[in-house]
């Protein structure tokens, strides 16, 4: 499942950024491309200018004005009431890039003519200032120009003429800068592609660990809940064929169960609405000292009966109330004890410490001298299930109480670690 949703991320991720690239590049070849041919563009209107002052002014046209104007960029030709000029025949021997120079005239004097309003060949007496059209010129055959009509009156004729642009340099210079971002863009696609395999790699990796841990966690829930599970259906089924006064025995053994079943699913409840951040709690002024008391009196009983020594410290000096969840800090403390008095050796000594610290903070200290837990298994003991020793049976815990207990110093914003207790013993510290 993984590797496919590796794949469909890898190829979305490189889809989407990659289409970002290609648009974003479109856009800047759009506008670079415009820009350019605007310029262009404003470069022949102002030699268009140029020319209409020098014919407007000039009452000859010189040989190498003309010359210069045919050998360099722009088709120019001439009519002189309609008819072409002798220096025309000079320019087309030699143009030599513009061999249908003429067609080209021709097709612009009809464009201008038709759409613009402009014949360069009329004989119109009354035309006073020199008329011209600026256009683009489509040829199927030579491609795009700019190009431009002019009209002078000279006496009673007048004087015509077109100017011409070929576009073909500055369109191969745009086919060659769109091949090159092309190559550019499938280049960065390519890095985009391997980018997005290795991120998306790296991102499923958490996932991954989940989706390991939540199988994990539901098989060891399901393992859990099956034992007491089989052992309150035996006991039914012995109940059955059971004397009345054996009954009583199995029913305690069946309440035990189901109580025991109960504690567990409280604790899966607790983790899940952990894990979906639902796990609200209610903060509220909470004498540390005076829950502190009662559990040390909840849990004497169970210690006494266990043989373990369970003492208590307090404070010398009054403390103030602690602003936090006191049902929830009882049940964190709760499984501190628990987990102390069942790894504690007969005769041995577990101590409930709560002192305060500087900045208004306060610890719950649970230590005894019991067999400790190794330094390889400290970062392990919280995690859900986890048993420092796992052919301990222990009917009473299920690996789940200080799972539970960090995550509720997590909500208060604390801190739950462990340490050894100095002669031997493991020292649970809880920092509100």
């Not at 020199?130 to 004729?157: C, K, M, N, V």
């Not at 008391?293 to 602690?322: C, D, F, M």
């Not at 602003?323 to 041995?348: F, H």
Request: glycine content about 6%; some cysteine.
């Amino acid at each position: 499942m993984f590797h496919r949703l590796h794949r469909q991320m890898t190829l979305f991720c490189t889809l989407v950024t990659g289409s970002i690239l290609v648009i974003m590049t479109v856009l800047c070849l759009f506008l670079s491309e415009k820009s350019m041919r605007e310029t262009l563009r404003q470069s022949f209107l102002n030699d268009v200018n140029s020319i209409i002052v020098r014919l407007s002014s000039q009452k000859t046209i010189g040989h190498q004005w003309l010359t210069e104007m045919g050998n360099g960029r722009y088709i120019l030709n001439l009519y002189d009431n309609g008819s072409p000029l002798l220096h025309n025949s000079l320019f087309q021997a030699q143009d030599k890039a513009a061999t249908n120079r003429e067609s080209l005239c021709q097709l612009a004097i009809e464009t201008a003519a038709q759409q613009y309003s402009l014949d360069i060949f009329s004989q119109r007496s009354n035309r006073v200032f020199p008329e011209h059209r600026e256009f683009l010129l489509q040829d199927s055959e030579e491609g795009q120009y700019f190009a431009a009509t002019l009209l002078f009156p000279r006496g009673e004729g007048s004087l015509g003429a077109v100017v011409m642009l070929s576009l073909a340099a500055q369109n191969h210079q745009f086919a060659m800068q769109r091949l090159l971002f092309a190559g550019i863009d499938l280049v960065g696609i390519a890095m985009l592609l391997v980018f997005a395999w290795f991120f998306t790699k790296r991102m499923l990796v958490p996932l991954k660990e989940s989706r390991e841990k939540q199988v994990q966690f539901v098989s060891a829930a399901s393992h859990e809940l099956r034992s007491p599970l089989a052992v309150m259906l035996s006991n039914l089924s012995a109940m059955e064929k059971a004397d009345p006064q054996e009954r009583r025995q199995f029913q305690e053994t069946i309440r035990a169960e189901g109580n025991r079943m109960a504690r567990l699913i409280d604790d899966l409840l607790a983790l899940a609405n952990a894990d979906s951040h639902s796990w609200s709690i209610c903060q509220r002024p909470t004498e540390l000292d005076t829950l502190a008391l009662n559990l040390y009196e909840k849990y004497s009983r169970p210690a006494y009966e266990k043989q373990v020594q369970l003492t208590i410290a307090l404070p010398e000096e009054g403390i103030p109330p602690t602003q936090c969840d006191g049902d929830r800090i009882e049940q964190a403390v709760s499984a501190l004890i628990s987990n102390a008095l069942s790894y504690t050796p007969c005769g041995g000594k577990v101590e409930l410490i709560l002192s305060q610290l500087g900045g208004g903070q306060m610890m719950f200290t649970v230590q005894d001298n019991g067999p400790g837990i190794p330094d390889r298994e400290k970062p392990l003991i919280f995690q859900r299930f986890y048993r420092a020793d796992p052919s301990r049976q222990d009917r009473e815990h299920f690996g789940l109480g200080l799972c539970v207990a960090q995550e509720i110093a997590l909500l208060h914003r604390g801190k739950l670690w462990v340490e050894d207790t100095p002669g031997g013993g493991a020292c649970f510290k809880l920092v509100l």
